[in-house]
């Protein structure tokens, strides 16, 4: 099973998975520069110290929601589908799974009884924060990678 996957149709990146099965000593990002969300792992042995540190006042431009879902329990079918609104292909996201959103749209469906955080960035604005549109027919979706 990859660790890893960037999820990708066309050149465009749609999101990161980075399933529980990760482990890697030290520092490790995952998002690239340009996102609007930094999604890292970190593993340090014990006695390692982080500076005491604070974050300064930076302005950042943020054009889009993005999203990061960290799945603690249960089965979670991610849908993607492109700005127009069309069905690309979905994921399965099991627990301890997390996922970046960068772009296009998605959906979901809970396939076990589900238990997730969500991280993005707010305030969440309402209604205007999002377009809804209708889903795929489930006869149409096809599920690609590993099923947790």
Same mark, same amino acid.
């Given at each position: ?22 482990? +890697? $000593?030290?520092? *490790?990002?995952?998002?690239?520069? @340009? ?10 042995? =014990? !006695?390692?110290?982080? +500076? $005491?540190?604070? *974050?300064?006042?930076?302005?950042? @431009? ?10 603690? =329990? !249960? ?19 099991g627990a301890g799974d997390i996922i970046l959103l960068c ?46």
């Open positions: 099973m990859e660790h890893v996957e960037h999820v990708r149709f066309g050149d465009q990146l749609y999101a990161i998975i980075v399933r529980a099965s990760f482990r +890697e $000593p030290g520092i *490790h990002f995952f998002s690239s520069p @340009e996102l609007s969300q930094q999604l890292a792992y970190m593993s340090h042995p =014990k !006695g390692k110290s982080i +500076e $005491p540190h604070r *974050h300064n006042k930076v302005t950042r @431009e943020v054009h889009y929601t993005q999203e990061v879902l960290l799945i603690q =329990k !249960g089965k979670l079918q991610v849908d993607f589908y492109t700005v127009e609104e069309n069905y690309l292909e979905s994921r399965v996201l772009s296009g749209a998605h959906g979901f469906h809970v396939l076990e009884p589900v238990e997730m955080f969500e991280i993005k960035q707010g305030p969440y604005s309402g209604e205007n924060d999002k377009t809804r549109f209708a889903e795929v027919a489930q006869s149409e979706i096809r599920i690609k990678g590993p099923n947790p």
